[in-house]
Nanobody, 127 residues
Framework: QVQLVESGGGSVQAGGSLRLSCAAS????????MAWFRQAPGKEREGVAA?????????DYADSVKGRFTISQDNAENTVFLQMNSLKPEDTATYYC???????????????????WGQGTQVTVAS
């Protein structure tokens, strides 16, 4: 059974930092596309960042988070992280971890059509 368990959400002031974790189990973690998405109330789910868990470990970011967020992974622990710095009120959303069996993340990584999803973790940034 595939499980993606997110943790690390919370409430911070603008300019603060949070680190999200996504522990994956129940599927072949290596050589897959893992990603973080977020969804604010009344808005569509949007891609935040993606990482390929193969040897190259390529990463992709939404323009809105480039330079502030960093996606990384620990292959030994089958865990993906999202380090979020310089947080803004507009970053407030539920953040979801996603996994897919596609062999690369590709140019369409930001589309919320991944095979597996976590339950989400809330991030609230106060102004």
């Amino acid at each position: 059974q595939v499980q993606l368990v997110e943790s690390g959400g919370g409430s911070v002031q603008a300019g603060g930092s949070l680190r999200l974790s996504c522990a994956a189990s129940g599927f072949a973690y290596h050589n897959r596309c893992m990603a973080w998405f977020r969804q604010a109330p009344g808005k569509e789910r949007e891609g935040v960042a993606a990482i390929y868990t193969g040897r190259r470990m390529t990463t992709d970011y939404a323009d809105s988070v480039k330079g502030r967020f960093t996606i990384s992974q620990d292959n030994a622990e089958n865990t993906v992280f999202l380090q979020m710095n310089s947080l803004k009120p507009e970053d407030t959303a539920t953040y979801y971890c996603a996994a897919d069996y596609r062999p690369v993340c590709g140019a369409t990584w930001y589309r919320p059509d991944f095979d597996y999803w976590g339950q989400g973790t809330q991030v609230t940034v106060a102004s």
